[in-house]
C-alpha cells in the first residue's frame, strides 16, 4: 500500500474518532429534555448585537511573481454585521448572524465601494444551537472558531467552520489556574456521486486543542497546543495547494501584564506542519512560521489607546492560507487571499472614543520567503495601510 493511501487510512480513523467524540458531548447535552426546565431556569432571552466598520486601504509597491510590479490601489470599504441569540434557558441557547461581502469569500466581510451604486450582498455567517453544562459546552452548526488564538496569522476570524465543537473547563486545585481542553470537527467540502443525490463527504478538519490559565498579580498566562488535521484541502484559485492534507502543530503563549500606568502584553505563537509531501512539490519543505506580538495599552474605555508590532514569518506549506488572516497581503484572488510563504511586519495605533467606538491604524510591510513556484523570477513583496472606524452594538 502506497505512503498516500496509509495516510487516507489515518484521516479516516482521526474522522471517526472525531465523530464520536463530539457526538458524545452533544447526547450529554442532549439528554437533558426540556420537560425538566423548572421555575429557577432563566426565562427566554433575545438578544441582539452587530458592528459597523469604515475602512480606507492603500496598497504600494508590491511586486509579482513574474517579475512586474501590481498596480498600486486604493479603496473605501465597508462591513456590517448583525446577530442574534436566543436563551431558551440556562442551558440551551441558539444564535445567527449575517454579514456583508462576496459570499464567496470566507476571510473577508469586506464590501469595496464604488460599484455604480450596486446593492451589497448579505449573507449567514453563523448559524448554530449550543449547550452548556457544569463545566462543560458543546455546538453544532456553523459558529466562530471555538479554539484559543491571540491573533490571525493561523485562523482569520472570520472564518466560521462549520460542525461540531466542545470542550471543558476545570479549575486546577484552589489555585487560580484552568485547564480548557477543546475538540472540533468540520465539514469544510462535500460532492454529489453523478450517480446519487445523496451527498458524501470530500473534505474535513479535526482539531484538539488543550489550553492553560493562570490568573495572579500582577500578570495574567494563557498557553496552548493544539493538533489541526485537514484532510483534501479543496480546491483553490493556487492549485499548488488543492487537495493537500495537512497535520499542523499549533503552539502559543501570551503574556497580559496589569499593573503599572498602562497594561501591556507579549505573546509567541509557533506553528509546523507535519505532513510529508513528495519532493515534486514545489517548496515542499517549508511547513514552520511562528510569530511574535507586542501590545501596549488597550481599548476599554474613552480616551484608551493602544500601540501594537507583530512579526510574522510563514513558510509555504505552515498552514492553510486560504483560512488566515488576510490583513497582510494582497497575493492571491479576489476570494482568495494567498497568506503563506512570507515574512513581514505590523504597527499598529489606535484610540477609543469610546467602551464600542474605536479607530485604528494598521500599516503593513511583506516580502515573499521563496520564489513562488518553479516558473517565478522574483519573490513577492507589498506594502498597505488600513485605517478602520469600528463602531460595536
Given at each position: 500500500m502506497s505512503?498516500?493511501?496509509?495516510?487516507?487510512?489515518?484521516?479516516?480513523?482521526r474522522?471517526?474518532v472525531?465523530?464520536?467524540?463530539?457526538?458524545?458531548?452533544?447526547?450529554?447535552?442532549?439528554a437533558r429534555?426540556i420537560a425538566?426546565?423548572?421555575?429557577?431556569?432563566?426565562?427566554?432571552?433575545?438578544?441582539?448585537?452587530g458592528?459597523?466598520?469604515?475602512r480606507?486601504?492603500s496598497?504600494?509597491?508590491?511586486m509579482q511573481?513574474?517579475?512586474t510590479?501590481r498596480?498600486?490601489r486604493?479603496?473605501?470599504?465597508?462591513r456590517?454585521?448583525?446577530?442574534?441569540?436566543?436563551?431558551y434557558d440556562?442551558?440551551?441557547?441558539?444564535?445567527a448572524r449575517?454579514r456583508s461581502?462576496?459570499?464567496?469569500?470566507?476571510?473577508?466581510?469586506?464590501?469595496?465601494?464604488g460599484?455604480?451604486?450596486?446593492?451589497?450582498?448579505?449573507?449567514?455567517?453563523?448559524a448554530?444551537?449550543?449547550?452548556?453544562?457544569?463545566?462543560g459546552?458543546?455546538?453544532?452548526?456553523k459558529n466562530?472558531?471555538?479554539?484559543?488564538?491571540?491573533?490571525?496569522?493561523?485562523?482569520?476570524?472570520?472564518?466560521n467552520?462549520?460542525?461540531?465543537?466542545?470542550?471543558?473547563?476545570?479549575?486546577?486545585?484552589?489555585?487560580?489556574?484552568?485547564?480548557?481542553?477543546?475538540?472540533g470537527?468540520?465539514?469544510?467540502?462535500?460532492?454529489?456521486?453523478?450517480t446519487?443525490?445523496?451527498?458524501?463527504e470530500?473534505?474535513?478538519?479535526a482539531?484538539?486543542?488543550?489550553?492553560?490559565?493562570?490568573?495572579?498579580?500582577?500578570v495574567d498566562?494563557?498557553?496552548?497546543?493544539?493538533?489541526?488535521?485537514?484532510d483534501?484541502?479543496?480546491?483553490?484559485?493556487?492549485?499548488a495547494?488543492?487537495?493537500?492534507d495537512?497535520?499542523?502543530?499549533v503552539g502559543?503563549?501570551?503574556?497580559a501584564?496589569?499593573?503599572?500606568?498602562?497594561?501591556?502584553?507579549v505573546?509567541?505563537d509557533?506553528?509546523?506542519?507535519?505532513?510529508?509531501y513528495?519532493?515534486?512539490?514545489f517548496?515542499?519543505d517549508?511547513?514552520?512560521?511562528?510569530?511574535?506580538?507586542l501590545?501596549?495599552g488597550?481599548?476599554?474605555?474613552?480616551?484608551d489607546?493602544?500601540?501594537g508590532?507583530?512579526?510574522?514569518h510563514?513558510?509555504k506549506?505552515?498552514?492553510?492560507?486560504r483560512?488566515?488572516?488576510?490583513?497582510?497581503?494582497?497575493w492571491?484572488?479576489g476570494?482568495?487571499?494567498r497568506?503563506?510563504n512570507?515574512?513581514g511586519?505590523e504597527?499598529?495605533l489606535?484610540y477609543?472614543?469610546?467602551?464600542s467606538?474605536?479607530?485604528?491604524l494598521?500599516?503593513?510591510k511583506v516580502?515573499?520567503?521563496?520564489?513562488e513556484?518553479a516558473?517565478?523570477v522574483?519573490?513577492?513583496d507589498?506594502?498597505?495601510a488600513?485605517?478602520?472606524?469600528n463602531?460595536?452594538?
Open positions: 505512503g498516500r493511501a496509509e495516510v487516507r487510512r489515518g484521516s479516516k480513523g474522522r471517526a472525531g465523530l464520536l467524540l463530539c457526538t458524545g458531548l452533544l447526547a450529554g447535552v442532549s429534555p425538566a426546565q423548572t421555575a429557577t431556569d432563566e426565562p427566554p432571552k433575545l438578544k441582539f448585537y458592528d459597523f466598520r469604515l480606507s486601504e496598497d504600494w509597491d508590491s511573481s513574474d517579475g510590479l498596480t498600486d486604493d479603496r473605501l470599504r465597508v456590517l454585521r448583525v446577530g442574534f441569540t436566543y436563551a440556562a442551558h440551551i441557547n441558539f444564535g449575517i461581502g462576496n459570499p464567496q469569500d470566507q476571510q473577508s466581510p469586506h464590501q469595496s465601494l460599484d455604480e451604486f450596486e446593492s451589497k450582498p448579505f449573507n449567514i455567517d453563523k448554530f444551537l449550543q449547550g452548556t453544562w457544569g463545566k459546552w458543546v455546538w453544532a452548526g466562530s472558531f471555538p479554539f484559543w488564538t491571540q491573533n490571525e496569522l493561523f485562523w482569520d476570524d472570520d472564518v467552520p462549520e460542525g461540531i465543537a466542545g470542550g471543558f473547563s476545570f479549575p486546577l486545585g484552589k489555585s487560580k489556574q484552568r485547564l480548557k481542553p477543546t475538540l470537527y468540520f465539514i469544510m467540502d462535500t460532492s454529489s456521486p453523478s446519487s443525490n445523496r451527498y458524501s470530500k473534505s474535513h478538519m482539531a484538539l486543542q488543550v489550553a492553560w490559565e493562570m490568573t495572579f498579580q500582577p498566562l494563557t498557553a496552548a497546543a493544539g493538533l489541526y488535521s485537514f483534501d484541502n479543496p480546491a483553490t484559485t493556487d492549485t495547494l488543492a487537495d493537500l495537512y497535520d499542523i502543530y502559543g503563549i501570551k503574556a501584564f496589569k499593573k503599572g500606568p498602562k497594561p501591556w502584553s505573546g509567541v509557533f506553528m509546523k506542519n507535519d505532513h510529508t513528495p519532493s515534486t512539490l517548496n515542499a517549508q511547513k514552520t512560521g511562528y510569530v511574535l506580538g501590545n501596549l488597550a481599548l476599554k474605555q474613552k480616551k489607546w493602544l500601540v508590532y507583530y512579526y510574522a510563514i513558510e506549506f505552515a498552514l492553510v492560507a483560512l488566515a488572516q488576510d490583513d497582510w497581503l494582497r492571491g484572488s476570494t482568495d487571499t497568506s503563506s512570507f515574512e511586519h504597527l499598529r489606535a477609543a472614543f469610546g467602551p467606538w474605536n479607530i485604528m494598521r500599516v503593513f516580502e515573499g520567503i521563496e520564489l513556484s516558473t517565478a522574483a519573490k513577492e507589498g506594502k498597505r488600513r485605517l478602520d472606524l463602531i460595536a452594538f
